[in-house]
């Protein structure tokens, strides 16, 4: 029985685990689809697709394209005739300057060609999300706070909610005189955390519902640069939507995933702290939790590592797209191509750091998934 149980959960993990790198892999082939359809639409010459980099394990040539599987999941990506990139195939026609060139193709073709797999994985995001609020969105810590409604179900102690006496059951109906919305729709909280954060440190006033009583409690709101209430908003089961409506909320919910993650990156660079960004182990592992939690999950998750794998790319570094668009924008303006050397010592630069990014962040996550194991182990042989 006990071994029984064992392979049935190693079969589960091994499922899971197959999911999750299907599930991560598809999104960077639907990003390099992205740039393959551009080429097609605009008769750019695109020698090689791969998923992946380094060793091919499979491939097959499909008219002039060679498709592959290479050993490394760290990406992937579309050689493109007339366009130089390091590490992208085996770049013999990097330099070709015939008419199915891209170095030869006016520059709004060349961005959107730049621009395609950005699109694909943010219109994969929208598509998705459009999906999961007609069949159900799930209940899950991913959508906080947009999957409540203002009624608190937590306070926290020593906050600025337990000083003014909220309490478990109080329903917010107003933030400094400034009403919410009496409908238990999703946008009352994110509504409710947007009149905060300018209160960080100010008196105020609370508005709640106390079991059919209105009672307005004084309240200085917590925090420094951004006012912090306290509390744990009630967790909602999401109804089932139309599709029209399905398609205004999912627009709202994207666009808020976007910007969040675009000023999570925006931190990054501004206090040079990478100590809360996840690397590849730790996407994967949330990609196969995901999995193991029901398609629902697995497909959200799959969203917003999608709208990630987008922002990311805007970053303005040669081996990503960013990087790509800032030299063509440079080269529209001066007129002329970018010396190859330059681009070269660029690329090998921004390859090496990189790396060293991917190895740091993978140490990291490896941290994460094993202390807690490390730290059952210490207890188990009475070491603590």
């Keep these: 029985m006990i071994l029984a ?19 991560i892999g598809f999104l960077i082939g639907f990003h390099e689809l992205g740039h393959f359809l551009f080429c097609k639409l605009f008769n750019i ?48 026609q990097a330099h070709a300057q015939d008419e199915q060139s891209f170095a030869n193709k006016p520059f709004y073709q060349k961005l959107l060609v730049m621009l395609g797999g950005i699109m694909f994985n943010l219109a994969f995001a929208y598509a998705a999300v459009v999906l999961l609020f007609m069949v159900g969105m799930p209940k899950t810590a991913f959508l906080y706070p947009f999957n409540t409604r203002p009624i608190v179900a937590e306070v926290v102690k020593d906050s600025a909610a337990e000083k003014a006496q909220l309490l478990a059951g109080d329903r917010i109906i107003a933030i400094a005189n400034q009403k919410i919305a009496e409908a238990d729709d999703y946008n009352n909280v994110p509504t409710i955390i947007r009149l905060l954060k300018p209160l960080a440190g100010q008196q105020t006033t609370i508005t709640v519902d106390r079991q059919g009583v209105e009672k307005e409690l004084p309240i200085t709101i917590g925090g420094t640069d951004t006012g912090v209430l306290g509390v744990v908003f009630d967790v909602i089961d999401m109804p089932k939507y139309s599709f029209v409506d399905s398609i205004k909320k999912a627009l709202n919910l994207t666009n808020a995933y976007i910007a969040a993650t675009a000023k999570a990156y925006k931190n990054i660079f501004v206090k040079r702290d990478v100590s809360n960004m996840g690397g590849p182990l730790a996407v994967m592992a949330v990609t196969m939790k995901g999995a193991g939690e029901g398609f629902s999950i697995y497909l959200l998750i799959l ?10 790319n805007l970053i303005p570094l040669p081996i990503l797209d960013g990087g790509q668009i800032l030299f063509l924008i440079i080269e529209a303006i001066i007129r002329r191509p970018l010396p190859i050397k330059v681009k070269e010592y660029i690329h090998i630069a921004s390859w090496l750091m990189i790396l060293a990014l991917f190895v740091y962040l993978s140490y990291n996550d490896l941290l994460k998934i094993v202390s807690p194991y490390f730290k059952k182990l210490i207890t188990y042989l009475g070491w603590n």
């Design 303 to 312: 969203a917003i590592i999608s709208i990630n794998l987008a922002i990311l």
């Design 5 to 23: 149980r064992a392979v049935s959960l190693l079969s589960q993990k091994l499922l899971f685990s197959i999911a999750g790198i299907l599930g």
């Design 45 to 92: 010459r695109t020698p090689s697709f791969s998923i992946g980099f380094g060793p091919k394990l499979f491939k097959k040539k499909i008219g002039e394209t060679e498709f592959a599987l290479s050993a490394i999941p760290l990406g992937g990506y579309v050689e493109i005739a007339g366009s130089a990139e390091m590490g992208q195939g085996g770049q013999e």
